[in-house]
T-cell receptor, first 111, second 115 residues
């Protein structure tokens, strides 16, 4: 059974600081996704990582994938309040694109 | 263009009643998914439809849950004899399925409360 673990589950940080969220998964995967969810809202796709060594960046967020270590990271650079949200990683395995989600990391960026 | 839409946005029901949740995927998306999100948790996969293939029902938690999809359009998720533990947000997503993976686009969800 595929398991996806995120850490930390809760992260409170100050504006301007850097931090990394980690996503480990238990078995070989084809694809890894990062989503953002604002309170009371649905999920917004941030990144899709398709291969070992993949790195994608959007604004202050950068995601990377190491398939050998079964690890993805979401790095936050110089955090701003607008980044406060819950971030989920999800892993896809097999041909039916069924996603297995981590429990999410609740990020709070304080002024 | 229009995104994934779901209705109702909120549903309060009494234990033992049946409920029906609706999802309209993005036009042209062949794949449709239902997920459940309990308070403070990640998403649990429920069911997956892809074109005319048999659906993947492996995530349905009990036989009280069922879902249908009409062609490549609307889907309904039905929960019979609702229980309090069914209270959650039910999210629908759709995607194109091609050789290169397309991301799943999520609807706003239906918040179900079973009293």
């Amino acid at each position: 059974e595929l398991k996806v673990e995120q850490n930390p589950l809760f992260l409170s940080m100050q504006e301007g600081k850097n931090y990394t969220i980690y996503c480990n998964y238990s078995t070989t995967s084809d694809r890894l996704y990062w989503y953002r969810q604002d309170p009371g809202k649905s999920l917004e796709s941030l990144f899709v990582l398709l291969s070992n060594g993949a790195v994608k960046q959007e604004g202050r967020l950068m995601a990377s994938l190491d398939t050998k270590a079964r690890l993805s990271t979401l790095h936050i650079t110089a955090a701003v309040h607008d980044l406060s949200a819950t971030y989920f990683c999800a892993v896809d395995r097999g041909s039916n694109y069924k996603l297995t989600f981590g429990k999410g990391t609740l990020l709070t960026v304080n002024p | 263009g229009a995104g994934v839409s779901q209705s109702p946005s909120n549903k309060v029901t009494e234990k033992g009643k049946d409920v029906e949740l609706r999802c309209d995927p993005i036009s042209g998306h062949t794949a449709l998914y239902w997920y459940r999100q309990r308070l403070g948790q990640g998403l649990e996969f429920l069911i997956y439809f892809q074109g005319n293939s048999a659906p993947d029902k492996s995530g349905l938690p009990s036989d009280r849950f069922s879902a249908e999809r009409t062609g490549e359009s609307v889907s309904t998720l039905t929960i019979q004899r609702t229980q309090q533990e069914d209270s959650a947000v039910y999210l629908c997503a759709s995607s194109l399925v091609r050789l290169v993976q397309e991301t799943q686009y999520f609807g706003p969800g239906t918040r179900l409360l079973v009293l």
